[in-house]
Protein backbone atom coordinates (compact mmCIF):
# COMPACT_ATOMS: atom_id res chain seq x y z
CA UNK A 1 0.00 0.00 0.00
CA UNK A 2 0.76 3.78 -0.55
CA UNK A 3 1.72 5.47 2.39
CA UNK A 4 2.76 9.39 3.18
CA UNK A 5 6.59 8.75 4.17
CA UNK A 6 7.18 12.18 4.63
CA UNK A 7 5.40 15.81 5.76
CA UNK A 8 7.63 18.55 5.73
CA UNK A 9 6.59 22.38 7.02
CA UNK A 10 8.73 25.26 5.34
CA UNK A 11 8.32 29.13 6.73
CA UNK A 12 9.83 31.86 4.22
CA UNK A 13 8.64 34.45 1.63
CA UNK A 14 9.05 36.11 -0.72
CA UNK A 15 7.70 39.64 0.79
CA UNK A 16 5.66 37.36 3.38
CA UNK A 17 5.41 34.64 5.41
CA UNK A 18 4.35 31.74 3.53
CA UNK A 19 3.61 28.67 5.18
CA UNK A 20 3.64 25.62 3.01
CA UNK A 21 3.35 21.80 3.67
CA UNK A 22 4.89 19.15 1.75
CA UNK A 23 3.45 15.97 1.72
CA UNK A 24 5.77 13.14 -0.19
CA UNK A 25 3.91 9.17 -0.52
CA UNK A 26 6.33 6.06 -0.54
CA UNK A 27 6.09 6.26 -4.40
CA UNK A 28 7.83 9.44 -4.56
CA UNK A 29 5.06 11.74 -5.52
CA UNK A 30 4.92 14.72 -4.06
CA UNK A 31 1.74 17.34 -2.39
CA UNK A 32 1.18 20.79 -1.92
CA UNK A 33 -1.03 22.49 1.31
CA UNK A 34 -1.06 26.40 1.78
CA UNK A 35 -0.95 26.81 5.48
CA UNK A 36 -0.59 30.78 5.91
CA UNK A 37 -2.23 32.87 8.61
CA UNK A 38 -1.32 35.81 7.88
CA UNK A 39 0.49 37.71 11.08
CA UNK A 40 0.09 34.00 13.12
CA UNK A 41 2.17 31.96 10.42
CA UNK A 42 4.47 30.55 13.29
CA UNK A 43 1.70 29.07 15.25
CA UNK A 44 0.11 26.90 12.22
CA UNK A 45 3.25 26.03 11.08
CA UNK A 46 4.27 24.80 15.06
CA UNK A 47 0.36 22.74 14.76
CA UNK A 48 1.68 21.15 11.68
CA UNK A 49 5.29 19.83 12.98
CA UNK A 50 4.23 19.12 16.34
CA UNK A 51 0.90 18.02 16.22
CA UNK A 52 -0.30 16.71 13.21
CA UNK A 53 2.83 15.98 10.38
CA UNK A 54 3.42 12.13 13.35
CA UNK A 55 0.08 11.71 12.89
CA UNK A 56 0.43 11.71 9.16
CA UNK A 57 3.47 9.25 8.72
CA UNK A 58 2.19 5.92 7.59
CA UNK A 59 -1.74 6.52 6.72
CA UNK A 60 -2.70 6.18 3.28
CA UNK A 61 -2.63 9.19 1.17
CA UNK A 62 -5.32 8.58 -0.94
CA UNK A 63 -8.36 8.49 2.18
CA UNK A 64 -9.05 12.27 1.99
CA UNK A 65 -12.20 12.44 3.88
CA UNK A 66 -11.05 10.15 6.25
CA UNK A 67 -7.96 11.95 6.98
CA UNK A 68 -10.13 15.44 7.54
CA UNK A 69 -12.75 13.61 9.93
CA UNK A 70 -9.20 12.60 11.53
CA UNK A 71 -8.14 15.45 12.24
CA UNK A 72 -11.07 17.73 12.91
CA UNK A 73 -12.88 15.38 15.03
CA UNK A 74 -9.83 13.68 16.83
CA UNK A 75 -8.43 16.87 18.21
CA UNK A 76 -11.46 17.37 20.27
CA UNK A 77 -10.74 21.29 19.97
CA UNK A 78 -12.77 22.00 16.83
CA UNK A 79 -12.69 24.83 14.61
CA UNK A 80 -10.94 28.43 14.57
CA UNK A 81 -8.51 29.81 12.05
CA UNK A 82 -5.35 28.06 13.31
CA UNK A 83 -7.07 24.13 13.49
CA UNK A 84 -8.74 25.15 10.13
CA UNK A 85 -5.90 26.26 8.42
CA UNK A 86 -3.66 23.11 8.88
CA UNK A 87 -5.63 21.01 8.01
CA UNK A 88 -6.75 23.07 5.07
CA UNK A 89 -2.76 22.43 4.00
CA UNK A 90 -2.98 19.03 5.00
CA UNK A 91 -6.09 18.17 2.55
CA UNK A 92 -5.34 20.27 -0.22
CA UNK A 93 -1.64 18.16 -0.21
CA UNK A 94 -3.62 15.27 -0.68
CA UNK A 95 -5.86 16.42 -3.40
CA UNK A 96 -2.79 17.45 -5.03
CA UNK A 97 -1.19 13.69 -4.50
CA UNK A 98 -4.67 12.26 -5.83
CA UNK A 99 -4.50 14.48 -8.68
CA UNK A 100 -1.47 13.24 -9.98
CA UNK A 101 -1.43 9.77 -8.94
CA UNK A 102 -4.72 9.71 -11.47
CA UNK A 103 -3.13 12.06 -14.16
CA UNK A 104 -5.78 14.57 -13.95
CA UNK A 105 -6.45 18.06 -12.59
CA UNK A 106 -8.15 18.55 -9.41
CA UNK A 107 -11.50 20.30 -11.31
CA UNK A 108 -11.63 17.44 -13.27
CA UNK A 109 -11.61 15.21 -9.87
CA UNK A 110 -14.32 17.45 -8.57
CA UNK A 111 -16.64 16.78 -11.79
CA UNK A 112 -15.40 19.28 -14.42
CA UNK A 113 -15.98 22.42 -15.40
CA UNK A 114 -19.03 24.36 -14.97
CA UNK A 115 -17.19 27.57 -16.88
CA UNK A 116 -15.13 28.59 -19.29
CA UNK A 117 -12.76 30.29 -16.77
CA UNK A 118 -12.96 31.95 -13.34
CA UNK A 119 -14.03 35.62 -13.21
CA UNK A 120 -11.84 37.47 -10.78
CA UNK A 121 -12.17 40.87 -9.20
CA UNK A 122 -8.80 43.22 -8.80
CA UNK A 123 -7.88 45.85 -6.32
CA UNK A 124 -7.98 49.67 -7.10
CA UNK A 125 -6.96 52.46 -4.87
CA UNK A 126 -6.19 55.82 -4.47
CA UNK A 127 -4.74 57.77 -2.15
CA UNK A 128 -7.59 60.50 -3.52
CA UNK A 129 -10.24 60.55 -5.92
CA UNK A 130 -8.42 61.47 -8.86
CA UNK A 131 -5.59 58.41 -8.60
CA UNK A 132 -8.11 56.25 -7.99
CA UNK A 133 -9.86 56.95 -10.91
CA UNK A 134 -7.02 56.81 -12.54
CA UNK A 135 -6.08 53.30 -11.11
CA UNK A 136 -9.92 52.02 -12.11
CA UNK A 137 -8.72 52.50 -15.50
CA UNK A 138 -5.08 51.14 -15.98
CA UNK A 139 -7.35 47.70 -15.00
CA UNK A 140 -10.39 48.47 -16.94
CA UNK A 141 -7.61 48.49 -19.82
CA UNK A 142 -6.05 45.67 -18.54
CA UNK A 143 -9.21 43.61 -18.92
CA UNK A 144 -11.03 43.17 -15.07
CA UNK A 145 -14.53 42.87 -15.66
CA UNK A 146 -14.74 43.33 -11.70
CA UNK A 147 -13.14 45.89 -9.90
CA UNK A 148 -13.52 46.56 -6.17
CA UNK A 149 -12.85 50.46 -5.21
CA UNK A 150 -11.11 52.02 -1.68
CA UNK A 151 -9.94 55.41 -1.69
CA UNK A 152 -7.84 57.11 1.39
CA UNK A 153 -10.29 58.92 3.38
CA UNK A 154 -9.10 62.67 4.02
CA UNK A 155 -7.09 63.72 7.11
CA UNK A 156 -7.46 60.00 7.85
CA UNK A 157 -3.90 58.36 7.66
CA UNK A 158 -3.32 54.78 6.65
CA UNK A 159 -7.10 53.84 5.81
CA UNK A 160 -7.01 50.24 4.31
CA UNK A 161 -7.08 49.03 0.73
CA UNK A 162 -4.86 51.84 -0.05
CA UNK A 163 -1.52 50.88 -2.05
CA UNK A 164 1.47 52.95 -0.90
CA UNK A 165 3.56 54.05 -4.12
CA UNK A 166 3.52 51.35 -6.76
CA UNK A 167 4.37 48.14 -5.55
CA UNK A 168 1.49 45.17 -4.43
CA UNK A 169 -0.63 46.53 -1.34
CA UNK A 170 0.92 44.70 1.96
CA UNK A 171 -0.48 45.83 5.10
CA UNK A 172 1.44 43.10 7.11
CA UNK A 173 4.73 45.56 7.02
CA UNK A 174 5.89 46.04 10.21
CA UNK A 175 7.89 43.77 13.03
CA UNK A 176 5.72 45.61 15.45
CA UNK A 177 2.08 46.30 14.30
CA UNK A 178 1.70 49.72 12.98
CA UNK A 179 -1.60 52.02 14.65
CA UNK A 180 -4.03 53.89 12.16
CA UNK A 181 -6.20 56.12 12.56
CA UNK A 182 -10.07 55.35 11.91
CA UNK A 183 -12.65 58.31 11.76
CA UNK A 184 -16.14 56.28 10.98
CA UNK A 185 -18.04 59.50 10.04
CA UNK A 186 -15.30 60.42 7.79
CA UNK A 187 -15.69 57.17 5.84
CA UNK A 188 -19.71 57.46 5.29
CA UNK A 189 -19.45 61.42 4.34
CA UNK A 190 -16.13 60.01 1.96
CA UNK A 191 -16.58 56.54 0.67
CA UNK A 192 -20.36 57.24 -1.78
CA UNK A 193 -18.62 60.17 -3.22
CA UNK A 194 -15.69 58.23 -4.48
CA UNK A 195 -18.08 55.09 -5.86
CA UNK A 196 -20.23 57.56 -7.01
CA UNK A 197 -17.60 59.21 -9.00
CA UNK A 198 -16.01 55.67 -10.25
CA UNK A 199 -19.48 54.91 -12.11
CA UNK A 200 -19.77 58.63 -13.67
CA UNK A 201 -16.48 58.01 -15.17
CA UNK A 202 -16.65 54.35 -16.32
CA UNK A 203 -20.19 53.39 -16.58
CA UNK A 204 -21.75 50.26 -15.58
CA UNK A 205 -20.46 47.86 -17.89
CA UNK A 206 -18.19 46.17 -15.33
CA UNK A 207 -18.51 45.08 -11.84
CA UNK A 208 -17.73 47.77 -8.69
CA UNK A 209 -16.78 46.55 -5.22
CA UNK A 210 -16.21 47.86 -2.09
CA UNK A 211 -14.72 46.37 1.25
CA UNK A 212 -15.79 48.00 4.12
CA UNK A 213 -13.37 46.02 6.50
CA UNK A 214 -15.68 45.13 9.36
CA UNK A 215 -15.92 49.23 10.54
CA UNK A 216 -19.18 49.74 11.37
CA UNK A 217 -21.94 48.91 13.57
CA UNK A 218 -25.32 47.51 12.11
CA UNK A 219 -26.98 50.81 11.48
CA UNK A 220 -23.88 52.77 10.19
CA UNK A 221 -23.78 49.96 7.80
CA UNK A 222 -27.57 50.20 6.37
CA UNK A 223 -26.93 53.64 6.31
CA UNK A 224 -23.47 53.13 3.91
CA UNK A 225 -25.52 50.63 2.05
CA UNK A 226 -28.76 52.55 1.16
CA UNK A 227 -26.17 56.07 0.27
CA UNK A 228 -24.80 53.44 -2.35
CA UNK A 229 -27.54 52.32 -3.82
CA UNK A 230 -27.26 54.27 -7.08
CA UNK A 231 -23.75 52.92 -7.59
CA UNK A 232 -24.82 49.17 -7.74
CA UNK A 233 -22.18 47.48 -5.87
CA UNK A 234 -21.16 43.91 -6.94
CA UNK A 235 -21.31 43.74 -2.78
CA UNK A 236 -20.18 45.52 0.13
CA UNK A 237 -18.06 43.50 1.57
CA UNK A 238 -17.48 42.83 5.73
CA UNK A 239 -19.63 45.69 6.70
CA UNK A 240 -19.88 44.83 10.17
CA UNK A 241 -17.66 42.02 12.23
CA UNK A 242 -18.58 38.93 11.30
CA UNK A 243 -18.81 37.53 15.21
CA UNK A 244 -22.41 39.55 15.16
CA UNK A 245 -24.18 37.62 12.42
CA UNK A 246 -27.66 39.00 13.22
CA UNK A 247 -26.11 42.45 12.31
CA UNK A 248 -26.96 41.42 8.87
CA UNK A 249 -30.76 41.30 9.20
CA UNK A 250 -31.30 44.18 10.46
CA UNK A 251 -28.89 45.58 7.96
CA UNK A 252 -30.85 44.23 5.06
CA UNK A 253 -34.12 45.60 6.44
CA UNK A 254 -32.97 49.10 5.06
CA UNK A 255 -30.84 48.25 1.67
CA UNK A 256 -30.51 45.94 -1.16
CA UNK A 257 -26.55 46.40 -1.48
CA UNK A 258 -25.66 43.03 -1.03
CA UNK A 259 -23.39 41.77 1.36
CA UNK A 260 -20.32 39.46 1.14
CA UNK A 261 -18.76 38.14 4.53
CA UNK A 262 -17.07 35.40 5.35
CA UNK A 263 -12.88 35.80 4.80
CA UNK A 264 -11.90 35.61 8.73
CA UNK A 265 -14.98 32.21 9.14
CA UNK A 266 -13.38 29.29 9.04
CA UNK A 267 -16.18 26.19 9.32
CA UNK A 268 -19.85 25.04 8.07
CA UNK A 269 -20.86 26.00 11.24
CA UNK A 270 -19.73 29.45 11.43
CA UNK A 271 -21.64 30.24 7.98
CA UNK A 272 -24.61 27.88 8.75
CA UNK A 273 -27.04 30.65 10.32
CA UNK A 274 -25.30 33.04 7.71
CA UNK A 275 -26.37 31.24 4.80
CA UNK A 276 -29.74 28.98 6.11
CA UNK A 277 -31.27 32.44 7.35
CA UNK A 278 -30.32 33.78 3.90
CA UNK A 279 -28.20 37.53 5.59
CA UNK A 280 -25.88 36.93 3.14
CA UNK A 281 -25.58 37.15 -0.93
CA UNK A 282 -21.98 36.09 -0.77
CA UNK A 283 -20.19 33.51 1.09
CA UNK A 284 -16.06 34.39 1.50
CA UNK A 285 -14.36 31.22 2.91
CA UNK A 286 -11.39 30.11 1.51
CA UNK A 287 -9.62 26.97 0.74
CA UNK A 288 -6.80 27.74 3.26
CA UNK A 289 -8.64 29.24 6.26
CA UNK A 290 -11.94 26.90 5.86
CA UNK A 291 -10.49 23.31 6.19
CA UNK A 292 -9.15 23.03 2.30
CA UNK A 293 -10.99 21.72 -1.13
CA UNK A 294 -13.43 19.05 0.86
CA UNK A 295 -14.74 21.24 3.52
CA UNK A 296 -15.14 24.20 1.11
CA UNK A 297 -16.92 22.78 -1.47
CA UNK A 298 -19.46 21.48 1.47
CA UNK A 299 -19.70 25.18 2.52
CA UNK A 300 -20.38 25.93 -0.89
CA UNK A 301 -22.82 23.15 -1.38
CA UNK A 302 -24.82 24.71 1.40
CA UNK A 303 -25.06 27.85 0.18
CA UNK A 304 -26.22 26.65 -3.33
CA UNK A 305 -29.00 25.45 -1.50
CA UNK A 306 -30.09 29.33 -0.69
CA UNK A 307 -28.31 31.48 -3.37
CA UNK A 308 -26.05 32.56 -1.50
CA UNK A 309 -23.16 32.30 -4.39
CA UNK A 310 -19.46 32.15 -3.69
CA UNK A 311 -16.78 34.86 -3.28
CA UNK A 312 -13.73 33.31 -2.10
CA UNK A 313 -10.99 35.89 -0.37
CA UNK A 314 -7.82 35.69 -2.43
CA UNK A 315 -5.59 38.37 -1.42
CA UNK A 316 -1.75 37.93 -1.74
CA UNK A 317 -1.63 36.80 1.96
CA UNK A 318 -2.41 33.46 0.50
CA UNK A 319 0.17 31.91 -1.46
CA UNK A 320 0.24 30.76 -4.85
CA UNK A 321 -0.78 26.65 -3.84
CA UNK A 322 -3.86 28.62 -2.47
CA UNK A 323 -5.16 30.64 -5.44
CA UNK A 324 -4.27 27.26 -8.07
CA UNK A 325 -6.68 25.57 -5.55
CA UNK A 326 -9.20 28.38 -5.23
CA UNK A 327 -9.00 28.09 -9.40
CA UNK A 328 -9.68 24.37 -9.48
CA UNK A 329 -12.67 24.84 -7.34
CA UNK A 330 -14.37 27.75 -8.36
CA UNK A 331 -14.15 26.23 -12.20
CA UNK A 332 -16.32 23.41 -10.71
CA UNK A 333 -18.97 24.94 -8.14
CA UNK A 334 -22.32 25.75 -9.92
CA UNK A 335 -23.32 28.99 -7.47
CA UNK A 336 -19.96 30.33 -8.14
CA UNK A 337 -20.12 34.43 -7.68
CA UNK A 338 -16.46 35.78 -8.14
CA UNK A 339 -12.76 35.25 -6.88
CA UNK A 340 -10.27 38.10 -5.28
CA UNK A 341 -7.67 38.07 -7.17
CA UNK A 342 -3.99 39.83 -6.82
CA UNK A 343 -1.36 39.06 -8.86
CA UNK A 344 1.39 37.94 -6.85
CA UNK A 345 4.84 39.24 -7.21
CA UNK A 346 7.74 38.40 -9.42
CA UNK A 347 9.98 37.31 -6.88
CA UNK A 348 7.00 34.97 -5.25
CA UNK A 349 5.93 33.18 -8.63
CA UNK A 350 9.61 32.16 -9.51
CA UNK A 351 9.29 30.35 -5.35
CA UNK A 352 6.09 28.81 -6.43
CA UNK A 353 5.57 28.33 -10.73
CA UNK A 354 2.15 27.95 -10.95
CA UNK A 355 -0.03 26.91 -14.44
CA UNK A 356 -2.85 29.78 -13.17
CA UNK A 357 -3.06 31.95 -15.80
CA UNK A 358 -5.39 35.17 -16.36
CA UNK A 359 -6.81 35.83 -19.50
CA UNK A 360 -9.43 38.72 -20.67
CA UNK A 361 -10.63 39.28 -16.44
CA UNK A 362 -10.78 34.71 -16.21
CA UNK A 363 -8.12 33.11 -14.95
CA UNK A 364 -7.75 29.58 -15.64
CA UNK A 365 -5.22 26.74 -15.50
CA UNK A 366 -3.96 23.91 -17.74
CA UNK A 367 -4.92 19.94 -17.57
CA UNK A 368 -1.65 19.39 -14.99
CA UNK A 369 -2.55 16.74 -12.57
CA UNK A 370 -2.71 17.92 -9.45
CA UNK A 371 -3.24 21.30 -8.29
CA UNK A 372 -0.84 22.79 -11.02
CA UNK A 373 1.72 24.79 -8.82
CA UNK A 374 5.55 23.67 -7.05
CA UNK A 375 7.48 24.52 -4.41
CA UNK A 376 11.17 25.53 -5.10
CA UNK A 377 12.47 25.12 -1.68
CA UNK A 378 15.84 26.22 -2.60
CA UNK A 379 14.56 30.08 -4.04
CA UNK A 380 12.31 29.89 -0.73
CA UNK A 381 15.68 29.81 1.26
CA UNK A 382 16.71 32.67 0.41
CA UNK A 383 13.56 34.76 2.00
CA UNK A 384 13.82 33.19 5.66
CA UNK A 385 11.35 34.16 8.54
CA UNK A 386 10.55 37.75 9.16
CA UNK A 387 7.91 38.77 11.68
CA UNK A 388 5.25 41.15 10.43
CA UNK A 389 2.12 42.04 11.70
CA UNK A 390 -1.24 43.95 10.51
CA UNK A 391 -1.98 47.13 11.79
CA UNK A 392 -3.98 48.03 14.17
CA UNK A 393 -6.87 50.93 13.98
CA UNK A 394 -7.46 53.14 16.60
CA UNK A 395 -10.20 56.19 17.15
CA UNK A 396 -9.69 59.73 17.09
CA UNK A 397 -9.70 59.31 21.33
CA UNK A 398 -7.46 56.53 21.00
CA UNK A 399 -9.56 53.47 21.60
CA UNK A 400 -9.47 50.57 19.51
CA UNK A 401 -11.19 50.22 16.20
CA UNK A 402 -11.54 46.87 14.26
CA UNK A 403 -9.02 46.72 11.73
MG1 LIG B 1 -11.68 41.88 2.83
Not at 344 to 367: M, Q, W
Amino acid sequence: MTTIERAEVFVAGPGRNFVTLRITTSDGVTGLGDATLNGRELAVASYLRDHVVPLLIGRDPARIEDLWQYLYRGVYWRRGPVTMTAIAAVDTALWDIKGKVAGLPVHQLLGGRSRDGVTVYCHASGTDIPSLLDDVARFREAGYRAVRAQAAVPDVGGTYGVRKGTGIYEPANAALPEEQLWDTEAYLRFAPTYLTAVREEFGFDFHLLHDVHHRLTPIEAARFGKSVEDAQLFWMEDPTPAENQEAFRLIRQHTTTPIAVGEVLTSIWDVQHLITEQLIDYVRTTVVHAGGITHLRRIFDLAALYQVRTGSHGATDLSPITLAAAVQVDLTVPNFGIQEYMEHAEVTREVFPSGVTLSDGLLDVDDTPGLGVEYDEKAAARYPYDPKYLPVARRRDGSVHDW
